[in-house]
């Protein structure tokens, strides 16, 4: 190997990447090259190692002192710089495949550390530090500089305030002055708007008395946010209200308004422009025209770095729109009152982003005729499938007469699934208890939620357990990278770390009547009622997201080639330190199943 191929080899490896070439060639005169035939002992436990090990060719595989893997390391990979800044090493290391590997002295590597930041911040970190430093490395731009802008880096409009006393002539008199598409108005210390779209929709319907006060027009409360807020946020909020600008504070007093063609602006996508069109869509072949292109929209947000769970929670509001645009279509409103139609499992909690399958209900008010909806929701899930939502292999459809029932007979199959569980009623009650109301009477879908909490409530421990052990249903392959394991170099990203993680936490979130729906929200709740600490709550934040971000690259690169999208990832096709990000996350799975077996007592099952 050359001094370039050397010193290339070197500069692959963090944190050396980060070294000057200076710095990083007076490093290399402390390496040498070592040989070490398979099954040799190469660090015992609790040894002090000569050397930091850079491995060129081979295989070694780390065990804890229970002997159970912890790690498996392959080319272009190094350790173990823990146990030469203690002094000692907390695990064993074995060559498991003849190893041809740099070895930098102790005496290079503390030099390295001793003097250079950035070299020795690298080994301070802790897991999260470690995997926000290196999805920073990979992504090469922050997070993207729409989801790092806030609402004051936008431009604000000057608001035309009055008050609601005043004549609604003057009024528009001022808002034309100040060329403002919106007029505020206080009254007693609240505050309402009239836009011009009110302005105009009262002229056309002959309404509009230029003699009257303008208070009598307003809308109250007025939609705000603080400068502060993200803009992302403040984007999702305009879907969500189907607003087009909102009001924004500094300490309590609004300073200026936001309009959405300011936030467009950060925008290189046309989601806005979807949403308007399913709004604004007159039939299901306008419809359907409208949802098409959601790929594109994840396609460029993923490009510019915007974290997957940010992107689901996007797609899940468009998603949301075609379902109620639809709903709308096909169900007479006289319908419409006496049912709930509810979307479950990952689409409820906000976390699909690519179409993989279909999760939805409708509950119906007793002593309605359920009829009256049968053949209006076959054709509900017929639509949806030629939009381009596929069927539930499970059948989990308003189509499916299981789905599609009265709200006593929803409460009779939840106790049932309580009270004589089984797989299938495991995992019934796992997607409905994350499940929210799309459109129609939420309140059927909230009294059922109630009832979820209240047969929880009554001490049924044993059930608790029994759904919390599904958490560890998959083996968490922290020992996937070696060669001998998995020849195929595939992995199923849900079933090795997404599920654990979603798993774990609803059940957690289950025991402890915590209703939020979102995997990340439901960390949040826990660890504010101190079920788990702050560095586990901040572990699996990260863990969950690098899951999500790794299965939608791979999953985008497989849309590309036209082939089927599913959770299984080549782990030939990721980058170095896509593996390095997903071996953190699987170690901190791994960590996470075993706090889920202890506090539910999981071993005395």
């Known amino acids: 190997m050359s001094f370039s191929d050397q010193k290339a080899f070197f500069q692959s490896i963090h944190p050396f990447c980060d070294l000057s070439g200076a710095v990083l060639e007076k490093a290399m005169q402390y390496a040498e090259i070592g040989f070490y035939p398979k099954e040799h002992a190469l660090i015992a436990l ?35 710089a823990e146990a030469l800044i203690e002094g000692r090493s907390a695990s064993s290391y074995v060559v ?54 806030r609402v004051m880096d936008s431009y604000l409009h000057e608001p035309c305030i009055v008050d609601a006393s005043t004549l609604v002539s003057r009024a528009i008199k001022k808002s034309v002055e100040m060329k403002s598409s919106s007029i505020v108005v206080r009254e007693n210390g609240a505050c309402g708007i009239v836009t011009d779209s009110d302005i105009k929709t009262a002229l056309a319907n002959e309404t509009l008395d230029l003699s009257s006060t303008i208070g009598e027009m ?47 602006s950060y925008f290189a996508n046309h989601s806005r422009l979807a949403t308007v069109k399913i709004e604004k869509a007159k039939n299901i072949e306008t419809l359907r025209e409208a949802s098409q292109g959601y790929v594109n929209i994840v396609k460029k947000l993923h490009a510019q770095g915007v974290k997957a769970r940010y992107i689901a929670k996007l797609i899940s ?47 119906i008010r007793d002593g309605v005729d359920i009829k009256l ?40 199959e939840i106790i049932h699934w309580i009270e ?11 997607i409905f208890f994350d499940a929210r109301c799309v459109v129609g009477d939420k309140r059927l879908l909230e009294d059922l939620k109630h ?3 209240a047969h929880i409530d009554r001490g049924n421990d044993i059930y608790m357990a029994r759904f919390a052990k599904l958490t560890t249903l998959f083996e968490t392959p922290v020992g996937f990278f070696s060669t001998f394991l998995h020849r195929d170099r595939k992995i199923d990203l849900k079933k090795a770390g997404i599920f654990p993680i979603v798993q774990g936490i609803r059940s957690l979130s289950l025991a402890y009547s915590i209703t939020a729906l979102s995997t990340v929200e439901r960390i949040k709740a826990l660890k504010a009622k101190e079920i788990v600490d702050a560095t586990m709550a901040n572990e699996l934040t990260e863990a969950f997201e690098i899951l999500l971000y790794i299965r939608l690259e791979q999953q985008l690169r497989i849309l590309a080639e036209d082939k089927k999208v599913g959770n299984a990832v080549d782990t030939d096709r990721m980058s ?16 996470f199943k075993k706090f889920i077996v202890r506090h539910f007592g999981l071993d005395n099952l």
């Open 576 to 591: 170095k330190i896509q593996r390095d990000l997903l071996k953190d996350s699987l170690q901190i799975v791994e960590k």
């Open 317 to 363: 509001e468009i998603n949301r729109k075609v379902f109620t645009r639809l709903f709308e279509m096909l169900l007479p409103e006289t319908l419409r009152e006496d049912c709930a139609l509810i979307i479950m499992g990952s689409e409820g909690r906000g976390e699909q982003i690519l179409r993989t399958d279909q999760d939805n209900g409708l509950i």
């Open 96 to 149: 498991t495949e003849d190893l041809i590997c740099y070895e930098l002295s102790r005496k290079g590597f503390m030099k390295l550390f001793d003097e250079q930041a950035s070299f020795r911040k690298f080994y301070l970190m802790d897991v999260v530090e470690r995997i926000s430093y290196l999805k920073n490395r990979e992504t090469s731009s922050d997070l993207g500089s729409f989801m790092i802008a």
């Open 420 to 430: 004589y569980p089984d797989m299938d009623s495991y995992m019934y009650f796992s």
């Open 373 to 412: 909806y049968s053949e209006i929701m076959q054709k509900f899930t017929e639509t949806l499938i030629s939009f381009g939502y596929p069927a539930c292999d499970g059948k989990i459809m308003v189509s499916n007469p299981y789905w599609c029932k009265s709200e006593s007979d929803y409460k009779k």
């Open 46 to 80: 609790g040894a002090a190692p000569s050397a930091l090990y850079l491995i060129i060719k081979g295989e070694v595989k780390v065990y804890s002192k229970e002997h159970e893997l912890l790690r498996v390391y392959h080319a272009n990979e190094g350790f173990d």
């Open 451 to 453: 009832t979820i909490l």
């Open 218 to 264: 307003a809308c109250f409360p007025i939609v705000a946010v603080e400068k502060e807020d993200f803009l992302f946020n403040v984007y999702l909020l305009l879907i969500q209200k189907n607003i087009k600008r909102v009001a924004v504070k500094d300490q309590g007093e609004i300073v200026g308004m936001l309009e959405q063609i300011d936030i467009l």
